[in-house]
């Protein structure tokens, strides 16, 4: 544990003294804001909640957050700084978690950007602020598990491109395997327990179960569960390639 | 430790530090299994890898200060750990500098600063004056000479000078070979020009005679114009006969020279033979 603190905050800092940061959490709030309130139809469906923002999301955390992950061990693995880590008495599946905590820390801190948005609904109507806090706490899972994934793929390549891509690409085939679209494709050929199969892999079936404000277990489980997978594939892919 | 490229010596190295493990066998620092206590020993060791890469994005102190948190240093003692660092590697008027502006030479200095900010017990240095001028070179060499008071270095190069300049001991390794252990002295009288005298006469000499002397193993063409080279058999010292003899023939010698022995040569003879 006295290794994992230094380490959490030098990656965190890492994110404020490049500008990835800020163009990441300025990015995401301008999209969010065009998609809330042009696509989304905030003002004309005349309902209190934020459903328009939580079905935006999803999309633009696929787009976006593989650039706070890419860099996560491209770039140590590129510069050779991942040698100097390595051999600080700095253990690999502590520095996995510091350096994703510190990636989910920066998304966290986007999230709360958004927080206009809590007021002008509350401002404009009576919204039930529980289900929106829970819409909060998907979204951050969501991106924990989307970062998780750009984590993973950035320990498989030394350059930053190629993981943001494959991230991107990834995050969303999870999200895409639950859409009506891609179901209904299926549903020619596959048999009903595989389409559930498939449908239950996909990030959006349990956003939306949550985004709706029922905190069901299973939902949660299922967030956790895609976390630890990724930081574990994460452990390995360091550890397979850290010295290639 | 001392080979060619590609003999091994980095990845030798990075398993002593901990970066990669070994797939058979094992090496014990200072007590402790660098396979089953990795983390122990890291925590003796201070590593400076071929690269020599820090996180470039920071400042020299904020880079120095997270090293130090993260070799366990808190509150004044890393303080004034970072402050002696800054001072003994001459890095206080660029501290608050990106790493990435500063030169070749600085970077090194502040890989050194941060492998000996927690009072290491061992230094490892993969090749710690690669891509340096003469000037930095030698300043990094005289800094690894203070550090090697009062700690264990060990460095690998394929520089001969810098194991005559800073070694006591040299391994020579190949191809994952290990070829030779001993003392940079014992390196260089395996050359066959090891005690070697070389005369410079004004006046023809009677090679016969000289070639008889005991000892002596051999006469060749010395590196000038009618300079002889007198070879001497493996830990035979020949130049007190060859002395005596110029004396009693009374030849015209004003200049002799006996010769080291050459490390290149020892060098490429050591790794030649593994090639062929």
Known sequence: MKTFWPVFKRELCSYFITPIAYVFTMLLLVLSGISTFYLGDFYQRNQADLQPFFDCLPWLFALLLPTLAMRMWSI??????????????????????????????????????????????????????????????????????CLA???????LTKNPLIAYLTAMVLCLAFMVCGTPVLLDALR?????????????????????????????PQDLLYFISQLVAWLAATVIAVELKKAV | MLGPNGAGKS??????????????????LCGFDIRRQSRHAQRLIGYVSETGACYNEMSVVSFLDFIAQVRGLRGGDKKSRVTAMLEQFELMEVRGQTINTLSKGFQRRIGLAQAILHDPMILILDEPTDGLDPNQKHRVREQI?????????????????????????????????????????????????????????????????????????????????????????????????????????GWDVPRQEVERGSLGEVFRLLTREQHA
């Open chain 2, 11 to 28: 990845t030798t190295l990075r398993m002593l530090a901990g970066f990669i493990s070994p797939t058979s066998g094992t090496a014990n």
């Open chain 2, 145 to 249: 000479k203070d550090l090697a008071r009062d700690k264990i270095v060990i460095i690998s190069t394929h520089i001969l000078e810098e194991v005559t300049a800073l070694c006591s001991r040299v391994l020579v390794m190949d191809k994952g070979r290990l070829l030779v252990d001993g003392t940079p002295l014992e390196l260089e009288s395996r050359s066959r020009y090891h005690q070697a005298v070389t005369l410079y006469p004004r006046q023809p000499l009677d090679m016969m005679t000289l070639g008889m002397l005991p000892g002596v193993a051999g006469i060749e063409a010395g590196p000038e114009l009618h300079s002889v080279r007198v070879l001497a058999r493996t830990g035979v010292v020949i130049l007190p006969a060859i002395n005596s003899l110029i004396l009693s023939r």
């Open chain 1, 76 to 145: 140590e693995r590129q510069t050779g700084s991942i040698e100097l880590l390595m051999c600080l008495a700095v253990g690999t599946a502590e520095a996995v978690v510091a350096k994703f905590l510190a990636a989910w820390v920066v998304s966290a801190i986007a999230l709360a950007m958004t927080f206009p948005l809590v007021i002008t609904v509350n401002y404009l109507g009576v919204p039930d602020n529980g289900v929106i806090l829970c819409g909060y706490l998907a979204s951050w899972l969501l991106a924990g598990s």
């Open chain 1, 188 to 216: 020619g050929w596959a048999s009903l327990p595989w389409l559930d199969g498939v449908a239950s892999l996909s990030f959006l079936t349990h956003f939306e179960g949550l985004c709706r404000g029922v905190l069901d």
């Open chain 1, 149 to 155: 994934i750009g984590g993973c793929l950035s320990a």
